[in-house]
């Protein structure tokens, strides 16, 4: 994943909190599990305060992504692959 600018991906929030982040996955997004600081997605590793969600919604992958400097946002990305191993893993 690397950098948020390389990657096709929509955003729902910026500036948000990890509890905003939170808050609107588990009121938007049936499908989410609950993850740990640290866990690994996209090549790289979440940080945060817990809990952390993330969610599945069809082919795309909802996630907390923060970016030195510029703060956390909420990321929609789209990747069936990623989709489908989160679904076999259940974090």
């Known amino acids: 994943m ?21 808050e609107y996955i588990l009121s938007h997004f049936p499908e989410h599990f609950e993850v740990l600081p640290g866990y690994k997605i996209f090549e790289k590793h979440l940080i945060g305060v817990p809990p952390l969600y993330i969610a599945v919604d069809g082919d795309d ?4 992504y923060t970016k030195p400097c510029y703060g956390t946002f909420l990321i929609r990305v789209p990747d069936p692959e990623m ?6 893993k259940r974090p």
């Open 2 to 22: 690397g950098c948020l600018e390389s990657m096709k991906h929509e955003i729902l929030m910026r500036d948000a909190s990890f509890k905003e982040c939170r």
């Open 61 to 64: 992958v909802i996630i907390p």
């Open 83 to 88: 989709a489908s191993e989160l679904r076999r």
